[in-house]
């Protein structure tokens, strides 16, 4: 099983209520080989949201109007990790960029559109767990 965003699986789940539909993943999901999940509606987040970045040095998350939501991104993050346990996924497909998801490259905490290596809380947690993290635009 694989574990991948929920925006890419066409649900509207974005900061600004869109998706991100992308075939292939819808396909995965109707032959029941991949599971969808949003780790920033899992933590408690709104749809719509006001828009989040990972500051540089990975410690926190803030919003751009200047609100505090590392907590909702880490509760997100275990959330998207005790999913992917309980359906036995050892890889993920997220969306790309996404201070939750994004692997590699991500925003820079500034808000300038400009982007910076590291990848997203849940990216990284699950990472840190064995589970192979791959990224869609
Ligand atoms: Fe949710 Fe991740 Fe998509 Fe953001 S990128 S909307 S956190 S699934």
Redesign the pocket.
């Known amino acids: 099983m694989i574990i991948v965003?929920?925006?890419?699986a066409g649900?509207r789940?974005?900061?600004d209520g869109a998706?991100?539909t992308d075939p292939e993943i819808v396909d995965l999901i109707k032959r029941g080989e991949a599971i969808?999940?949003?780790?920033?509606?899992l933590g408690g987040l709104p749809?719509p949201r006001v828009p989040s970045e990972r500051t540089p040095d990975g410690t926190r998350v803030v919003t751009k109007d200047g609100g505090d939501v590392t907590e909702a991104f880490r509760r997100?993050a275990v959330e998207t990790l005790r999913l992917a346990k309980l359906y036995g996924c050892d890889r993920a497909i997220?969306?790309s960029r996404?201070?939750?998801?994004?692997k590699g490259m991500i925003y820079n905490g500034a808000f300038s559109g400009t982007l910076r290596a590291g990848n997203?809380v849940?990216t990284d947690l699950l990472s840190e767990n064995g589970i192979m993290v791959e990224t869609k635009d």
């Open positions: 965003s929920a925006c890419l649900y789940c974005r900061y998706c991100k969808p999940a949003c780790p920033e509606m749809c997100g997220l969306k996404s201070p939750s998801c994004g997203g849940t």
